[in-house]
């Protein structure tokens, strides 16, 4: 009676039976955006009529942190240098590592540190942190498990390597889901007022010549104001700041985007500063002004013409 040989045992495992290639989309889930952070450029204007560039902005206090939002009662606003601030969406665990590299770099805000650095340094910093930061988490996620890391991952696999193994960890790199965050790097040096935006690749986007930015789930409804009142980094200091109050609070009909706004402003002369009086008065002009256009939009549509009946 013919009896067929065992099979011979192989290195690697079978891919039909079990695979060790980590599975990271259920490790590392992507979350719809929530919050929203808004920057602009502006002009101010000193007693001798002397203009010279700000930065003013706002955000609200939602954040992201593994499957959990929430609004805690304390501000986003990250503070890099003296002059220079990081407004963040999205994982809150990846973007407070990534900072907390970033300030080590430039030192921290204090009394004893008021150097001005470039604020496009630090965006590429920021960017490059971001970067090497993921690349730690997949690194630890996916290749370690498996007996790899980075530096022996480059070198190649061994000569008995099956090519279904091979294509099995292109596919988990294709198919890599790491949390969103986007960043916004706001300040002011010695050439001016500067905008960059930082994506989830860590690539960094300057917007100085538009003059503002936004990111965020209320991001297009933010930039829609800005858009709407034709903005430009000339503007004046009080228009801007009213605009950028106008901006977040419009933005709060998007799903994700807190009640609370914490505003603030840079310039070369004062550095970074909170402004708390000046909100509640903004407020109260909002307020106003939408009372005043509800009734303005009624009498206006009795001016338009029966067209059904």
């Given at each position: ?22 599975k990271i989309s259920r490790r590392l889930p992507r979350r719809n955006a929530v919050t929203v952070c808004i920057a602009a450029m502006a002009m101010g204007l ?12 706002a955000s609200d206090r939602m954040i992201t942190a593994g499957n959990i939002e929430y609004e805690p ?237």
């Amino acid at each position: 009676m013919f009896r067929p040989k065992p099979p011979i045992p192989h290195p690697w495992p079978s891919p039909w039976r079990w695979s060790p290639i980590p599975k990271i989309s259920r490790r590392l889930p992507r979350r719809n955006a929530v919050t929203v952070c808004i920057a602009a450029m502006a002009m101010g204007l000193t007693k001798d009529n002397k203009e010279y560039p700000l930065i003013i902005g706002a955000s609200d206090r939602m954040i992201t942190a593994g499957n959990i939002e929430y609004e805690p009662p304390r501000s986003k606003i990250s503070r890099i240098t003296t002059y220079t601030v990081a407004l963040s969406s999205g994982d809150v665990p990846i973007q407070a590592e990534v900072l907390n590299r970033t300030c080590s770099q430039f030192g921290r805000v204090s009394a004893d540190n008021p150097d001005i650095y470039s604020v496009e340094e630090i965006a590429d910093a920021y960017g490059r942190n971001l970067v090497d930061y993921k690349s730690q988490i997949i690194e630890r996620t996916i290749l370690r498990p498996i007996g790899f890391t980075w530096q022996t991952y480059r070198k190649g696999y061994p000569d008995e390597t099956p090519s279904w193994f091979k294509k099995a960890i292109m596919r988990v790199f294709q198919d890599i889901d790491l949390p969103e965050t986007d960043t916004i790097i706001a300040g002011v040096d010695e050439t001016g007022a500067h905008l960059f935006v930082i994506d989830a690749n860590g690539y960094s986007s300057r917007l100085d010549s538009i003059g503002f930015a936004s990111i965020g789930a209320g991001e297009s409804h933010a930039k829609s104001q800005f858009m709407f009142e034709r903005h430009t980094p000339s503007k004046s200091a009080e228009d801007t700041l009213f605009l950028t109050y106008l901006a977040k609070r419009r933005a709060e009909v998007a799903q994700g985007v807190g009640k609370e706004t914490d505003l603030f402003y840079i310039s070369l002369k004062e550095g970074y500063v909170d402004l708390v009086e000046e909100q509640n008065a903004l407020e109260k002009v909002y307020e106003s002004i939408i009372r005043i256009t509800d009734r303005e939009i009624v009498k206006l549509k009795t001016l338009i013409p029966k067209i059904f009946k």
